[in-house]
């Protein structure tokens, strides 16, 4: 066999491993989604590493979910089917960055709601602490990512 047909063949079978498909891609924005709003708890709980590692995963999904909605690999059905309402009501800006920073934004939002303030009141450290515990076990955070 020709070193060359080799190579193709290799180069062909290690693209298609990898290349992602539309519903794969859309499903990318909800694990960004989900990725940021437990980073938030766990860095809330003062668990860094777990926070560096789920906000790591996060930014790693939207940035090629959003990538992929650029250069259309996303087709209507997949995106309406997986991309939740809130990633869809943030995809506005002049960068990836930008958008993704405004996901965040969101998911700080959700990921605190009920844990920093109960009925009006704020509750004190420990509590909140308590509470992003709680939310993160809830939410199965731990497993999320790679």
Not at 62 to 81: L, V
Request: with cysteine; hydrophobic share 40%; charged share 20%.
């Amino acid at each position: 066999m020709n070193k060359w047909f080799k190579v193709v063949i290799l180069l062909l079978s290690w693209q298609s491993v990898y290349a992602e498909t539309s519903k794969e891609y859309a499903i990318m924005g909800m694990k960004c989604w989900h990725g940021y709003v437990c980073s938030v708890l766990a860095s809330k709980m003062e668990n860094e590493k777990e926070h560096e590692r789920l906000f790591t995963y996060a930014y790693k999904n939207g940035r090629t979910f959003i990538e992929a909605i650029q250069n259309n690999k996303i087709t209507q059905q997949d995106y309406s089917n997986n991309v939740p309402l809130i990633v869809n009501l943030n995809l506005q800006g002049p960068s990836v960055d930008f958008m993704l920073g405004r996901i965040y934004e969101h998911a700080v939002d959700s990921a605190l709601e009920g844990v920093i303030l109960t009925d009006g009141e704020i509750n004190d450290y420990e509590l909140q602490k308590v509470l992003a515990q709680g939310k993160y076990e809830k939410s199965n955070c731990m497993l999320i990512g790679d």
